[in-house]
């Protein structure tokens, strides 16, 4: 079966702008989370959605925002970019919540801000 | 807070020798605990889930131990090979929210021919 899939794969915006990056689940995968991944400070939580709904949120700051469809595909939003922001975005999903799932990741999208 | 500890320096392993990785917790005492293995540009791949009430878990040359009074998880991969070459991420639940997964830095292995 598919795995997960990002897009875009590679992302280059200039300071100041938005963006919005895409992740579709595993087929039947209801819950989506989203990280950030940088050289410093490895894998930081952002936040995870089931049925349409944030059901955890990290401790990043507002400009980072998402969502998730009745389809269960999520996408993330980050506004007013900054510099500090360019990482590999990761996106996991799994079919339920909790412990007895482990995630499957998707390739991530490498945003570069300029 | 919460704290996890895995060795950020490189590991370096002869082909055929096992592998041991350390991933230390602190403040907290988690139910649970999976390893991820992640190769440079891509996301990271699951390979085991760990519960707090089994000491060891096993999977094809893949060996976990959960150590909760040591607070501590060890990874052992058994006769390793060059392709075992990756970073190893220990991933326990958030200390106060289990169903919210954390992964320490990770620990990067070489498996020398």
């Known amino acids: 079966k598919a795995g997960v899939t990002q897009t875009p794969r590679y992302l280059i915006k200039t300071r100041g702008q938005q963006v919005t990056l895409s992740c579709s689940p595993i087929?039947?995968?209801?819950?989506v989370s989203w990280y950030q991944q940088t050289p410093g400070q490895g894998l930081q939580f952002l936040f995870e959605y089931f049925s349409e709904t944030q059901r955890n949120k990290g401790n990043f700051p507002g400009r980072f925002s998402g969502r998730q469809f009745s389809n269960s595909r999520s996408e993330m939003n980050v506004s007013t970019l900054e510099l500090g922001d360019s990482a590999l975005y990761l996106c996991?999903?799994?079919?339920?919540?909790?412990?007895?799932?482990?995630?499957?990741f998707g390739s991530g999208t490498r945003l570069t801000v300029v | 807070s919460q704290k996890i500890e895995q060795n950020s320096e490189a590991l370096n392993i002869q082909e055929g020798k096992t592998a041991t990785l350390t991933c230390n917790y602190t403040n907290y005492s988690p139910a649970y605990l999976q390893w991820y293995r992640q190769d440079p540009g891509r996301g990271p791949v699951f390979l085991l889930l760990?519960?707090?009430?089994?000491k060891e878990k096993r999977k094809e040359r893949l060996k976990v131990t959960f150590d909760t009074t040591l607070k501590q998880s060890l990874f052992h991969i058994t006769a390793s090979q060059p392709a075992d070459s990756a970073t190893y991420l220990c991933a326990p639940p958030d200390m106060n929210r289990d169903d919210k997964i954390i992964f320490g830095k990770g620990t990067r292995l070489h498996i020398l021919p």
């Open positions: 087929s039947g995968h209801r819950s």
């Open positions: 760990i519960r707090e009430n089994e």
């Open positions: 996991a999903s799994s079919p339920g919540r909790g412990s007895n799932y482990g995630y499957t």
